[in-house]
């Protein structure tokens, strides 16, 4: 199914909406075959993980060629920083697509929305595919847009803390009113929350913590894999609405001459 719904952004296709990340692995021989249970197709990488000096100590060598990078600027504290570290990846041979994480706040590590917009204007134009990670708040994700962002990614809850979509009626209405796709990123820790995020019409998720730390990470890519391919079928199923009064799934009519009830 998911095959014939792919997701295209910038000049790639994405049969998997699955998205993953490379830190907070016990061992980075456990990436490899994470991404290979779970059909992730793109995955992040901090830069200052890569060291093209040390092929022992280089994250490329654990990533499959046929996955796409996402760099991100982790450690970035303003827009500067961030254009800074997204041309370093470029030049590192890491390709053009690079995710903007740009935190100021050191106790809840919450993105600095108006650095990340500053950011985006600057590489968008020096064609860069631009995921930018922030709050969701949907008059930035419009001025994002305009800016020329590929995509849109609210967090769920805060980084690492598997708490789900805390945000969910926010992220919402960047669902409803952007043109860009949106992928829900940080705070999803369970497979169900992914399905939640994609059953809402989210067009992708991105987990790390919740795959790399559990005590199986290959499995749990798989798990989430399922997750979000399930999630999403039952967005492009059209599920049925809610409703406050119960609904009978057959007639409550009698029968054998018995009388309606």
């Known amino acids: 199914m998911m095959a014939q719904d792919p997701l295209q952004i910038g000049d790639k296709v994405f049969t998997s909406r699955l998205f993953t990340g490379t830190g907070k692995f016990a061992d980075k021989a456990l990436i490899p075959r994470m991404l290979e249970a779970s059909g992730s197709q ?5 830069l200052r993980r890569i060291n093209m ?3 022992s100590e280089n994250i490329l060598d654990f990533i ?7 760099p991100n600027t982790s450690g970035a504290r303003n827009a500067e920083e961030a254009v800074r570290i997204a041309r370093l990846a470029r030049e590192a041979g890491c390709g053009n697509f690079i995710k903007i994480e740009v935190i100021t706040d050191m106790k809840y590590l919450m993105p600095d929305n108006y650095e990340t917009l500053k950011a985006t204007e600057i590489l968008a134009k020096e064609d860069f595919v631009v995921f930018p990670y922030v709050l969701p708040d949907l008059p930035l994700a419009k001025k994002l847009e305009d800016a020329g962002a590929a995509a849109v990614m609210p967090l769920g809850s805060p980084i690492g803390s598997n708490r789900g979509l805390e945000t969910s009626e926010l992220i919402n209405l960047l669902i409803e009113n952007c043109q860009v796709p949106v992928v829900v990123d940080a705070g999803i820790g ?5 399905a939640a995020a994609m059953e809402m019409g989210a067009d992708a998720v991105l987990v790390n913590t919740a795959i790399a730390t559990a005590e199986d990470p290959a499995a749990m890519g798989k798990a989430f894999s399922l997750g979000v391919q399930a999630g999403r079928m039952a967005y492009l199923a059209h599920m049925a609405d809610e409703s406050k009064l119960a609904r009978a799934s057959s007639p409550l009519t009698g029968f054998l001459g018995g009388k309606a009830l």
């Open 190 to 194: 369970r497979p169900s929350h992914a």
């Open 42 to 46: 793109m995955i992040t990488v901090a």
């Open 64 to 70: 499959p060629k046929q996955v796409t990078l996402l």
């Open 53 to 55: 000096s040390s092929q």
